[in-house]
């Protein structure tokens, strides 16, 4: 892409982020349940963890996801994960499920990064029943024609689930996700323009992160894609959770740290969370795994692995088992990150629990959490639209 039309997306896009309000803080977010997820025979979901989830075409689209259909994963519950797609229209004021468009994914997939471009929805990766992806895929939907298409597009250079997509007009990054035995720092572009040049690497993250989130926002040296949180796994199986904010200049190409998440308190670690800018200058985040929990099952699930006896597993089992049904669910906060002033503000906490492993969307002047993990193999069906209010 050369300089003018880059300068062009960035402009676009700044425009884009002016579609809420330009007042310098955010007072509450008034939050509603829009509507519930539906099986594909229009009975009631108990809702996916990792699906892609975006807004197109004046439409939420829902598709793919994993959950845990029969019985709980403590309980020996196997894992099922999705090929369905679900559209959410609005007609007025109500809300609707379009039950006309009958299509599904190539594949069941889970925990692949999604985002929304002006082509279409992309997403990348994730996983399924055969384990990690590769794949690339682009979803058209044609609101007014009641049409869904899906294109290959270029593979990624390597299988990678629990990344994340964000675009600058047509071109699109992959960032980070994890590998089959540890996390990446790879940063890549895909131009939609040009997608028969593939995937470029540009320059890696100072972290290797998956379960990270990203927001395009203006910064006071233009737009920036700023990465919230993430995790880092390596092959002992313990990870790393970080509190940290990275900041890619996408003009300069370079990285770049910003504050460490921090909740009025002290600095706190963020995965799996949702992220999404407001005003001209503002990032919202929402829940968040903080990692307390998390890591404790992982540190069980580790123990389990190296147990010696079928009695030591069984008791390390029902610990680790007791900790899962006991979790009190994902952290509930909001907190608001000032570009300008690299600066970090609690508003309050989400009156519902948090939805993890899903992506924050702007639908209109509105934030939409759609499904997600709320606990330990615990999803719900609900989704939720917030209005922010300053």
């Not at 539906?38 to 996801?65: E, P, Q, W």
């Not at 770049?256 to 998440?261: A, D, L, R």
């Not at 969370?273 to 001209?280: E, F, H, L, R, T």
Request: net charge positive; with cysteine.
């Amino acid at each position: 892409m050369n300089k003018f039309l880059f300068s062009l997306s960035l402009f676009i896009m700044l425009i884009n982020l002016e579609g809420f309000s330009q007042e310098n803080a955010i007072a509450t977010i008034q939050w509603e349940k829009i509507a519930t997820l539906k099986n594909a025979d229009g009975s009631g979901s108990i809702g996916v963890a990792g699906a892609i989830s975006a807004v197109y075409d004046h439409a939420l689209i829902i598709a793919g996801g994993a959950n845990f259909p029969n019985k709980m994963p403590w309980e020996g519950g196997k894992k099922i994960y999705s090929d369905e797609i679900h559209i959410l229209q609005k007609q007025g004021s109500k809300y609707f499920w379009n039950k006309k468009i009958k299509a599904k994914l190539p594949v069941p997939i889970a925990y692949c990064g999604n985002t929304s471009t002006k082509s279409g929805i992309v997403y990348a990766g994730g996983e399924n029943e055969a384990g990690l992806s590769r794949k690339v895929f682009l979803i058209k939907f044609s609101s007014p024609e009641d049409r869904l298409l899906i294109f290959s597009l270029p593979d990624l250079p390597n299988p990678l689930t629990n990344l994340f997509l964000i675009n600058i007009g047509n071109v699109v990054y992959a960032i980070g996700g994890d590998g089959p035995s540890v996390s990446s720092k790879a940063f890549l572009s895909l131009d939609l323009d040009t997608k028969e040049e593939g995937w470029k690497r540009l320059p890696d993250m100072p972290l290797a992160l998956a379960n990270s989130a990203a927001v395009l926002q203006n910064g006071p040296d233009g737009v920036n894609i700023y990465v919230i949180g993430g995790r880092s796994k390596d092959s002992s199986g313990i990870s790393t959770l970080y509190n940290t904010l990275l900041i890619y200049n996408p003009q300069t190409k370079t990285w770049n740290y910003g504050s460490p998440i921090f909740d009025s308190a002290s600095t706190i670690n963020f995965s799996a969370g949702a992220a999404i800018a407001v005003s001209d200058h503002l990032l919202l985040i929402a829940g968040g795994d903080n990692g307390n929990i998390f890591h404790k099952i992982e540190t069980y699930l580790v123990q389990i692995a190296q147990a010696k006896s079928a009695e030591e597993k069984q008791v390390l089992t029902a610990k680790k088992n007791q900790l899962v049904i006991n979790h009190q669910g994902f952290d509930r906060g909001l907190l608001v990150y000032d570009t300008r002033a690299n600066a970090w503000n609690k508003i309050g906490k989400l009156p519902f629990p948090a939805h993890v492993t899903t992506t924050a969307i702007k639908w209109g002047d509105s934030i939409v959490l759609s499904s997600g993990e709320i606990k330990p193999g615990i999803r719900t069906p609900n989704i939720m639209l917030g209005k922010p209010v300053f």
